[in-house]
């Protein structure tokens, strides 16, 4: 049975940090991409950040020299540091994982941790 749980979730002033952990199971999370998520009120989700089976990062451009993603695969988990944080990065993270075997893709989304942050 998959699972994507995420933590660390909360309210922090505008400037502070927050990180969130994601722990997943019944997945294979070495050949895994894994990515973190956000959705605020009203609004569409959106990639925030994102990082390969190898290592590879990508941010959205407005987290970008605030926020890094990093992973322990032997722990099965992937963490959203974000540091510098404004009232716009309120919203639901939620943590994805894709990836694919003999070209059958899986995805995969955890249930989502709120951010609120106050200004």
């Known amino acids: 049975q998959v699972q994507l749980v995420e933590s660390g979730g909360g309210l922090v002033q505008a400037g502070g940090s927050l990180r969130l952990s994601c722990l997943a199971s019944?997945?294979?999370?070495?050949?895994?991409?894994m990515a973190w998520y956000r959705q605020a009120p009203g609004k569409q989700r959106e990639l925030v950040a994102l990082i390969g089976s190898g290592g590879t990062t990508k941010y959205r451009d407005s987290v970008k020299g605030r926020f890094g993603i990093s992973r322990d695969n032997p722990k099965n988990t992937v963490y959203l540091q974000m540091n510098s944080l404004k009232p716009e990065d309120t919203a639901v993270y939620y943590c994805?994982?894709?990836?694919?075997?003999?070209?059958?893709?899986?995805?995969?989304w955890g249930q989502g941790t709120q951010v609120t942050v106050s200004s």
């Open positions: 019944g997945i294979a999370f070495r050949i895994a991409a």
């Open positions: 994805n994982s894709k990836w694919e075997v003999r070209d059958i893709p899986y995805d995969y």
